[in-house]
């Protein structure tokens, strides 16, 4: 079992920059891939970026340029630094994590409010 915790959420004007992570605990050994989403009001859960276990980060384009996502394997954490945010931005930010074995976990996750 492996748990996810993120934080770091919360208001920001357009065109600023916000920082959000992710805790991971349990059996961390376990975890291959982690991942961040977004959901936005009324919208569908949408992938945003997914670092691996052997540090190969891919990202969705509309935030390639402007998001950075990275993972502290030292102590279990992953990143995500956001740039340049827009209004449609705006969403709660889940932390995903696929395993070697057992079904993929999320957090809980964290509001982001682009907003002027």
């Known amino acids: 079992q492996v748990h996810l915790v993120e934080s770091g959420g919360g208001f920001v004007q357009p065109g600023g920059s916000l920082g959000l992570s992710c805790q991971a605990s349990?059996?961390?050994?376990?975890?291959?891939?982690m991942s961040w989403y977004r959901q936005a009001p009324g919208k569908q859960r949408e992938w945003l970026a997914t670092?691996?276990?052997?540090?190969?980060?891919t990202y969705e384009d509309s935030v390639k340029d402007r998001f950075t996502a990275s993972r502290d394997m030292n102590v279990n954490t992953m990143a995500l630094q956001m740039h340049s945010l827009k209004f449609e931005d705006t969403g709660v930010y889940y932390c995903?994590?696929?395993?070697?074995?057992?079904?993929?976990?999320w957090g809980q996750g964290t509001q982001v409010t682009v907003s002027s």
């Open positions: 995903h994590a696929r395993l070697l074995f057992g079904p993929e976990q």
């Open positions: 349990g059996n961390i050994i376990n975890i291959r891939a």
């Open positions: 670092v691996t276990t052997g540090g190969k980060i």
